[in-house]
């Protein structure tokens, strides 16, 4: 049996293998958010049945052997589950205010917030989004009745749409940019 050439860092330090069969689970759910959301920044579909993974438990996902793959999945799935975790942000802003959850399957915003918050990105580029998830899920944590408007009933601070616009424009269009790309190159 093969040993993982890569691993997630889970908050204490420790580092946990990840095979192939798992990272293809994770980029097949990549895959069919990017496909489904490509035109929908801030109106995601993302059903909770549906995209089952702890996604926030991969963006730290490293390797102990780099080959041309091990960056490119590396970069993959870092960057997509920024995408993901904005989509989960999305997914629960959208319900109404007194429906809105503070867990995204079985497990509590607070520790997908705290994934966030213990996440380096591996890029200059991605800190914003690190930011804007940052203050997204703290948002979510905090709202209350307040948080709307009285008369339509819809949210008073639409904080989080210029960095769910940069996350669709810059990683998931950004993507297929990419794909295009190389596909024209082979």
């Known amino acids: 049996m093969e040993a993982s050439r890569f691993y997630r860092v889970e908050l204490n330090g420790e580092q946990v293998a990840v095979g192939d069969v798992e990272l293809a689970a994770l980029r097949k759910d990549i895959l069919l958010y990017f496909d489904t959301n490509l035109d929908e920044p801030v109106c995601t579909y993302m059903p909770a049945d549906q995209f089952t993974l702890p996604y926030w438990r991969y963006l730290s996902l490293g390797f102990s052997q780099e080959w041309a793959e091990s960056v490119h999945y ?98 998931v269009r950004a993507y297929y940019s990419w794909r295009l790309t190389i596909n024209k190159g082979a």
Request: hydrophobic share 40%; proline share 5%; charged share 25%.
């Open 74 to 171: 590396q970069r993959l799935v870092e960057e997509s589950c920024v995408a993901l975790l904005n989509g989960i942000a999305l997914e629960l802003l959208d319900e109404p205010l007194g429906l809105i959850r503070k867990h995204w399957r079985q497990e509590s915003l607070e520790t997908l917030l705290q994934y966030v918050e213990h996440y380096r990105p591996s890029s200059a580029k991605l800190a914003p989004a690190r930011g804007h998830l940052v203050r997204t899920l703290t948002f979510i944590l905090n709202l209350t009745e307040s948080d709307l408007d009285p008369q339509d009933r819809c949210l008073r601070n639409r904080d989080h749409l210029p960095g769910a616009n940069w996350i669709a424009e810059e990683i």
